[in-house]
């Protein structure tokens, strides 16, 4: 059974630091990954959507890897800014389910002005 | 804006009711899928429905049924309302022509259901 991991689960930073998140899952087994970002109670925001054969995607100040191997994808965000506080989500589409996505925890972040 | 719309944005139900949510699909999209996320944690998988007829079910009982119309819309309904059932539901919508590859879910603002 697929599992998805994020560390950390909350994260506060001063505006303009660079910063990581991590997402872990069991099975390599995946078709996609894909990054959302959700504010307080509304709905998720895909943010970038990575292919099992890709290593990276890039949009704006955002960029996500993947490592599909070893089960872990990371979203690098650069130069943060007090409108990139929400929570982040990874999600991955497993083989021979559907178009199903298996959701880690999330990692919720502040960036303080 | 991802498209998706579901209505209604919030609702409050009794135990033991039964509620019916609706999600319309961003244009062009033929496969809708429902999510349960609880306060604080990552959505959890309901079902997914692919040209009217439910093609994968996560870990929910019958009582969570869905429909899927003509026109790729749908609906969640959820009978004998429990109090755990609160949560905020979630429906997205995707092209499944190669869902194997490069399939992005594009998600609506959900439904915010809280059951007394």
């Known amino acids: 059974k697929q599992e998805v991991t994020q560390i950390p689960a909350a994260l506060s930073v001063p505006e303009g630091e660079n910063l990581v998140l991590n997402c872990s899952f069991t099975d390599s087994a995946i078709y996609n990954l894909q990054w959302f970002r959700q504010d307080p109670g509304k709905g998720l925001t895909s943010l970038l959507l990575i292919q099992s054969s890709q290593r990276e995607q890039t949009s704006g100040r955002l960029n996500a890897s993947l490592d599909k191997s070893s089960g872990r994808s990371t979203l690098y965000i650069a130069a943060s800014q007090p409108g990139d506080s929400a929570t982040y989500l990874c999600?991955?589409?497993?083989?021979?389910?559907?178009?199903?996505?298996?959701f880690g925890g999330g990692t919720r972040l502040m960036v303080k002005p | 804006e991802t498209g998706v719309t579901q209505s209604p944005t919030h609702l409050i139900k009794t135990r033991g009711q039964q509620v019916t949510l609706r999600c319309s699909s961003q244009s062009g999209h033929n496969t809708v899928s429902w999510y349960q996320q609880a306060l604080g944690q990552g959505p959890q998988f309901i079902f997914q429905?692919?040209?009217?007829?439910?093609?994968g079910r996560g870990n929910f009982p019958p009582r969570f049924s869905g429909l899927q119309f003509p026109n790729y819309s749908s609906e969640l309904n959820v009978n004998a309302l429990e109090l755990d059932d609160s949560a905020l539901y979630l429906c997205?919508?995707?092209?499944?022509?190669?869902?194997?590859?490069?399939?992005?879910?594009?998600f609506g603002q959900g439904t915010r259901l809280t059951v007394v």
């Open positions: 999600a991955v589409r497993p083989h021979n389910a559907g178009n199903m996505l298996t």
């Open positions: 997205a919508s995707s092209l499944e022509l190669n869902p194997r590859r490069d399939t992005e879910a594009f």
């Open positions: 429905y692919y040209r009217e007829e439910e093609n």
